[in-house]
T-cell receptor
Framework: SQTIHQWPATLVQPVGSPLSLECTVEGTSNPNLYWYRQAAGRGLQLLFYSVGIGQISSEVPQNLSASRPQDRQFILSSKKLLLSDSGFYLC????????????FGEGSRLTVL | AQRVTQPEKLLSVFKGAPVELKCNYSYSGSPELFWYVQYSRQRLQLLLRHISRESIKGFTADLNKGETSFHLKKPFAQEEDSAMYYCALSDYNTDKLIFGTGTRLQVFP
C-alpha cells in the first residue's frame, strides 16, 4: 500500500536560518507531489506542485523553494526564513491524471522566531 | 480564475440537527469538486467527490452549475462529525487541487 511521510513534525527556527522539510512517498511510481500551507482563516494554500523529477511549478511568490531530486521525494526549502514563513506545511501526493484525490502527510509545524 | 469560497468559518449545531456547509466556486470549464475532512489529530482526507454521487457517513453534496455551488449536507448531525471541512476544485488541465478556506463544524451533544 502507498504511504507518505514528511519530517520533521515540528521545527523551531530563528529568522534568517535555512529550512529543509522532506517528504517521501512509498508504494507508487511517478506520483504528482504537492506542498500546501495550512493557515487559520486562509485555508490550504498551494505552494508548489510537481508532475515529475525536476519539474516544479510555483503557485505563489514567496521565500520558499521546492525540489524533487527523486521520483518519490519532495523537499521544501528556504535559504533565509522570515517570520511570515511560520505555519503548518502539508505534503501530498496523487496519481498522475487522477481522480482529484490527494493523500496527505502528517504535516510539519514550523515556528520562526 | 479558479476560486473556491466557503463563507462560514464556523458552524455550530446540536446533535440531530441538519447541517449544510456552503461552498461556491468559480471555474471556466467543467469543474470536478470534492469535500475533504480533517478530524482532530488526523490527516486531511477525502470525504466525497461530486462525480461519484455517493453518500459518505451520511453526507451528500450536489453540484449546482447554475448557482456554482457544491454544498455539503447531512440531515442529522452526529458529535463525531465535528471536524474541519474543506471544499476543493480540481483543475483538470494541471491536476492541481484548489481548496477553500475551510469551515469548522462543531456538533454539540
Amino acid at each position: 500500500s502507498q504511504t507518505i511521510h514528511q519530517w520533521p513534525a515540528t521545527l523551531v527556527q530563528p529568522v534568517g536560518s535555512p529550512l529543509s522539510l522532506e517528504c517521501t512517498v512509498e508504494g507508487t511510481s511517478n506520483p504528482n507531489l504537492y506542498w500546501y500551507r495550512q493557515a487559520a482563516g486562509r485555508g490550504l494554500q498551494l505552494l508548489f506542485y510537481s508532475v515529475g523529477i525536476g519539474q516544479i511549478s510555483s503557485e505563489v511568490p514567496q521565500n520558499l523553494s521546492a525540489s524533487r531530486p527523486q521520483d518519490r521525494q519532495f523537499i521544501l526549502s528556504s535559504k533565509k526564513l522570515l517570520l511570515s514563513d511560520s505555519g503548518f506545511y502539508l505534503c501530498a501526493w496523487s496519481i498522475t491524471r487522477g481522480t482529484g484525490e490527494l493523500f496527505f502527510g502528517e504535516g510539519s509545524r514550523l515556528t520562526v522566531l | 480564475a479558479q476560486r473556491v469560497t466557503q463563507p462560514e468559518k464556523l458552524l455550530s449545531v446540536f446533535k440531530g440537527a441538519p447541517v449544510e456547509l456552503k461552498c461556491n466556486y468559480s471555474y471556466s470549464g467543467s469543474p470536478e469538486l470534492f469535500w475533504y475532512v480533517q478530524y482532530s489529530r488526523q490527516r486531511l482526507q477525502l470525504l466525497l467527490r461530486h462525480i461519484s454521487r455517493e453518500s459518505i457517513k451520511g453526507f451528500t453534496a450536489d453540484l449546482n452549475k447554475g448557482e456554482t455551488s457544491f454544498h455539503l449536507k447531512k440531515p442529522f448531525a452526529q458529535e463525531e462529525d465535528s471536524a474541519m471541512y474543506y471544499c476543493a476544485l480540481s483543475d483538470y488541465n494541471t491536476d492541481k487541487l484548489i481548496f477553500g478556506t475551510g469551515t469548522r463544524l462543531q456538533v454539540f451533544p
